[in-house]
Nanobody, 114 residues
Framework: QVHLVESGGGSVQVGGSLRLSCAAS????????MSWYRQAPGKERELVAR????????SYADSVKGRFTISRDNAKNTVYLQMNSLTPEDTAVYYC???????WGQGTQVTVSS
């Protein structure tokens, strides 16, 4: 059974940083691309970042380019999202997803206040 468990969310002030983690189990982690999404109140869920199975070719939403970094450790079955220079517009529930599937984590709340 596939499990994706996010952690690392919290409340920070504008300009702060957070590092999200998503621990995966139940499938061959190194064989799949992984993605981070977010959903703000009243808005649709949006793709934030994606990373290939090998860790190369990261891609980002325009709104986070230059501030967020996606990475993965295939030995630890974990994907990360380093978030810097946070703004109130980054406030959302952040989810990881096994790319191309309906496997999602439960989400972790990120709140950025001024």
């Amino acid at each position: 059974q596939v499990h994706l468990v996010e952690s690392g969310g919290g409340s920070v002030q504008v300009g702060g940083s957070l590092r999200l983690s998503c621990a995966a189990s139940g499938f061959s982690f190194r064989s799949y691309a992984m993605s981070w999404y977010r959903q703000a109140p009243g808005k649709e869920r949006e793709l934030v970042a994606r990373i290939s199975s090998s860790g190369g070719s990261p891609s980002y939403a325009d709104s986070v380019k230059g501030r967020f970094t996606i990475s993965r450790d295939n030995a630890k079955n974990t994907v990360y999202l380093q978030m810097n220079s946070l703004t109130p517009e980054d406030t959302a529930v952040y989810y990881c997803r096994r790319s191309g599937t309906t496997d999602w984590g439960q989400g972790t709340q990120v709140t950025v206040s001024s």
